[in-house]
Each structure stands twice: as C-alpha cells, then as structure tokens.
C-alpha cells in the first residue's frame, strides 16, 4: 500500500513541530475577552471569517508565491501586512524558530534580518520538492487545528466541540486552497479590522492564556 502524502509534510504541519504555535491564538483570546466569541457556534464563526476575509487573502497567496520563489520581497510584504505589534511579534517568533530549525532538518536556512513563518514554512516545503497545492493544504491545516485548540482553552469548550469545528473548518480547505491559487496580486489584502482592534486591545489585556 503507498500513499501521496509525504511525510515530512505532515512534519511540517504537526502540533508537535517546536514553533511555539501553541503560545498563540492569533487574537482569538481577545475575541473571548469582548464576548464577540462565547461559545462553539461563535468559535467556528470567528476562526472561519478569519480565514475567509484575512488567511484566505494574503497569507495564503503569499505563501504558494513564496514556493515559486523571491521570498525576500514576499517576506517583507507579509510582515508589513501583520496589522499589530503582537500579530508581527507572533510570525517572526515562529519563522525564527523554524528557520533555526531548518539544519536539523536538513534543509538551509533563510539569511533574512526577520523571517515569517509562511516564508521559513514555503522554504522548507519548496527544499523538499513539495507541491504548493499540497504544502499550503498542510499548512491551512496546521492553522485550523491551532485556533481550534486555542478556542478549547478560552472559551473553554470541550473535545467534542473541537472535533465538531475541526470537521466544518477542515472541509473549507480545499475551496480555500483554490481561492488563493487564483487570486491576483492586485487583489491581494487582508481587512479584517475587527481582528485588527481586538488584537490590539490584547496587548494591554489584563489576563492572559496566550501572547497573541
């Protein structure tokens, strides 16, 4: 029996990868703290539109671009993009640590002043031959299952409920996956102004689970 999925895509995309994508939850903590997200209903509804109207628009796009190639450039654009100091502070964090992490792996790393974890993530999957449809598939995955996990320790919700999210947000994937396969780069953006305030209201928030 064989598959297609190589494995050191699923590496990629583990929880288990040491990122520190579990110190995050990319200002869903805020959401909860402003009562806009309060159970799985809102969860679910929060975690897609960010997808939608922010992921779906620019980092994904931005990523498939970076597998072709130019990543310096691309780099800078998505960091340019992060709307608040802890959104910014949240991807340099984890492209740093990927980006050290490369050798290990054995794969070269970035020489950039500040990497972004789509740039470190495209530069490894690139190095290993992977298909961009495939990589950016992983790396959706990776995001979900993140924000997901990050819900069950706010809101708090229970294990069934993030199983529930997980099937709903998993099967947006492969639409979204095309959707920033054919965007354009004149129609590149990511506004999400309510992610945006909320975000910037967490750096001063009192009680915190998460850093961003």
Known sequence: MTTSIDPRLL?????????????????????????????????????????????????????LRMMKGNIPDLNLLFLASRETAELRA??????????RLLPD?????????EVSFPAAFAHAAASWGMKPGDALTAYL?????????????????????GQKMLLHLGSRIEETVGQ?????????????PGLAVLSS?????YSRLFRS
Do not use: C
């Open 180 to 192: 920033a396969s054919a965007i354009r780069d004149e129609d590149l953006g990511n506004f999400a």
């Open 90 to 99: 949240e991807t340099a964090q984890m492209g740093f640590s990927l980006n």
């Open 141 to 161: 995955w990776s995001w979900v299952e993140n924000q997901v996990m990050a819900a069950l320790k706010a809101v708090p919700l229970g294990q069934t409920d």
């Open 11 to 63: 590496q990629l995309a583990s929880p288990a990868l040491p990122v520190g994508a579990y110190s995050y939850s990319g200002g869903l903590e805020a959401a909860v703290e402003a009562g806009v997200v309060k159970d799985a209903a809102t969860a679910q509804q929060w975690i897609s539109d960010v997808l939608e109207y922010s992921v779906a628009r620019m980092e994904a796009p931005l990523l």
């Open 201 to 205: 209201q967490h750096e001063t928030q």
């Open 105 to 113: 792996l054995g794969l070269e790393r970035l020489e950039l002043d």
